[in-house]
Structures are given as structure tokens and as C-alpha cells.
């Protein structure tokens, strides 16, 4: 193999690379705009199901003390203080939310960062494969 075949065959590589590289993190991309957009029931990062309603959250309280009502009888009283429980319930989805658009935030900065510098290797070794196509 001449020196003129490996050089294309390494700029196709790149370019091919560069292509699913951009595919990937454009993926990526898209569902990190779509977790920001509604981080309460974002999949993608470790979601909490009983911070989405208040009445799940207090419904595992009494599960894990066992005051779990047991079918057929009437349900076991409220541990705690109501306002006391609701704010403790506010502040751990706050930190849930804040925690997921963080993270949405993260991967969507890293994502189009590599997205664009996939786009620069192809745009720069297809130019390259183009020239060295050229006749001379």
C-alpha cells in the first residue's frame, strides 16, 4: 500500500468516527434538553418516585416504619407533624430537581462540546481528503 491509500484510508477513518461521534452526542444532546425541560420525571438520572406526590412521600414514611396500613383496615395515623413532614417532602424534591437540571446542564455543555469538535475533525479531514484527491 502506497503512502497516498493509508493517508485516505485514515481520513475516511476519522471522518466515519467523527460522524458517529456527532450522531452519539447529539443523542446525548437532545435527551439532556429534554431531562431540563421536566426534570421531575426525568428517566436518565436517579429519580425518586415517592418525591412525586406528596401523598407517595408520606405513604413510604409510614412504610418504612411500619405503619403501613394493612388491607381491609383503616389507614395508621400520620407520623409526624403535617407542615413538618410537607417541608421536609418540599426540600428533598427541590434537591432531587436541582440535582437532575445540574446534571442535564452537565452532560448537555459536554455533549455539544463534542459535538463540535466532531464536526471540526470531519469538516478539516474531509477538506484534507479532498486536496489530497486532487490531481496535481
Not at 403535617?82 to 445540574?102: D, K, N, Y
Request: proline share 5%; net charge positive; aromatic share 10%.
Amino acid at each position: 500500500m502506497d503512502k497516498a491509500r493509508i493517508s485516505q484510508v485514515y481520513g475516511y477513518l476519522v471522518c466515519l468516527i467523527a460522524v458517529v461521534t456527532f450522531l452519539v452526542s447529539l443523542n446525548s444532546a437532545v435527551g439532556a434538553a429534554l431531562d431540563l425541560s421536566d426534570p421531575q420525571y426525568s428517566g436518565r438520572y436517579y429519580a425518586d418516585p415517592r418525591l412525586a406526590s406528596f401523598e407517595a412521600y408520606r405513604l413510604e414514611l409510614q412504610q418504612r416504619r411500619g405503619l403501613a396500613p394493612v388491607a381491609g383496615e383503616a389507614p395508621a395515623p400520620e407520623p409526624g407533624d403535617t407542615a413538618a413532614l410537607r417541608a421536609a417532602f418540599e426540600e428533598a424534591r427541590q434537591e432531587h430537581l436541582r440535582s437532575v437540571r445540574f446534571q442535564a446542564r452537565r452532560e448537555l455543555v459536554t455533549s455539544g462540546l463534542l459535538a463540535v469538535v466532531a464536526a471540526g475533525l470531519f469538516v478539516v479531514h474531509w477538506i484534507w481528503l479532498r486536496r489530497l484527491g486532487a490531481p496535481a
